[in-house]
């Protein structure tokens, strides 16, 4: 895609915010610093949200806004650790210390250091669901020690993962998914500015397409500005056609119900890998491509989304996405023939 991403280029202002109760929450932590827990589900602006709220309340964002995303965090080596250029200064000279320890350090370093403008910084914790429970206490002793000069935003599609005396400590953001109207009054906004072409029919098509996901919006109508020069029903239509993965998914979901798990693994392995999925994002793209189909009967769809709320739990935990993915597939495809018996005439039977 050409350029820099329209996401990042067209990152809102606090006043942007299309959700009200959102917006006026935090600009009330504008007035009143408080530590908060932004919540919703992917896609939906927490991320840039928080980093609104930042510029609107540091003269010195750059310096005093520290993002840290903590299912990258908890996933990298030592070696990795201690070379981000974030954190080499905490950790220099400690090569032989154990990965919980920096981590911790981090923690407490990041936190402890005075804000360069203002009374306070802002410290970004984003996709605290992956902390681990005793991780999330030495958190609260962070919070607790450093409160005066640092704010702590948590942003998290579950915040019960969170342990209660964080929860307790934070003021609760919540942002919801954007309407469609709301999504489509963005593009417009972002396609102005971008002297870009577009008609409502477009934006419609895009914003529906997306499901509440604004992240997602924003990059379906670049990658349809950039194909065409325009975002029209037409040209989102043959672009997203084009680029999008529904004709894969759809060759896994098949190759699963035809008992060929082998195949369906490895579609979901290059979805995963290559096609820029989480887990979580990939399951809620099986059932959208599962439900717009008319492959599957009510009977067997309604196995599919139970099945998917038991897969999201476990992804939720931070498990292996793949297992729990291949899982789904294959608990989904073994039960055709029980349900199919299930759902037989009685006299039938």
């Not at 409502?200 to 065409?228: K, M």
Request: a negative charge; charged letters at 30%; aromatic letters at 4%.
């Amino acid at each position: 895609m050409d350029g820099p991403l329209w996401t990042e280029a067209h990152a809102p202002d606090l006043g942007e915010i299309r959700q009200d109760e959102a917006r006026e929450r935090l600009e009330r932590a504008v007035d009143e610093p408080m530590n908060l827990v932004v919540q919703g589900p992917p896609g939906v602006g927490k991320t840039a949200a928080t980093r609104a709220l930042a510029r609107e309340t540091h003269a010195d964002p750059d310096n005093d806004l520290i993002e840290i995303n903590v299912a990258d965090f908890f996933s990298r080596t030592k070696k990795e650790l201690r070379q981000d250029p974030r954190f080499e200064s905490f950790l220099a000279g400690r090569s032989r210390m154990a990965k919980r320890d920096m981590i911790n350090r981090v923690l407490k370093e990041s936190a402890a250091y005075a804000p360069m403008s203002g009374e306070y910084k802002t410290l970004v914790l984003d996709n605290a669901e992956a902390i681990r429970e005793d991780f999330q206490q030495a958190l609260r002793r962070v919070m607790e020690k450093h409160h005066r000069t640092t704010q702590f935003v948590i942003t998290t599609r579950q915040p019960s993962k969170l342990i209660p005396p964080i929860r307790s400590r934070c003021f609760p953001v919540q942002v919801r998914a954007p309407t469609t109207d709301e999504t489509m009054d963005v593009l417009a906004t972002i396609c102005d500015r971008e002297d870009v072409a577009y008609d409502d029919d477009g934006l419609e098509f895009v914003a529906s397409a997306a499901g509440g996901d604004l992240r997602r919006a924003i990059l379906s109508a670049q990658a349809t500005a950039v194909a065409a020069d325009e975002v029209t029903m037409s040209a989102a239509y043959e672009t997203l056609g084009d680029v999008g993965d529904d004709e894969t998914i759809r060759e896994a979901l098949a190759a699963a119900q035809s008992g060929d798990l082998k195949d369906a693994r490895s579609t979901l392995d290059d979805l995963l890998d290559e096609g820029g999925y989480d887990g979580p994002g990939l399951l809620r793209e099986l059932l959208r491509v599962a439900r717009a189909g008319s492959a599957y009967d009510g009977a067997q769809l309604a196995r599919l989304h139970k099945l998917a709320g038991e897969a999201d739990m476990d992804l939720s935990e931070g498990l292996d996405d793949r297992l729990h993915l291949t899982h789904l597939l294959a608990s989904w495809a073994a039960g055709r023939e029980t349900l199919a018996a299930d759902f037989r005439d009685p006299v039938e039977a």
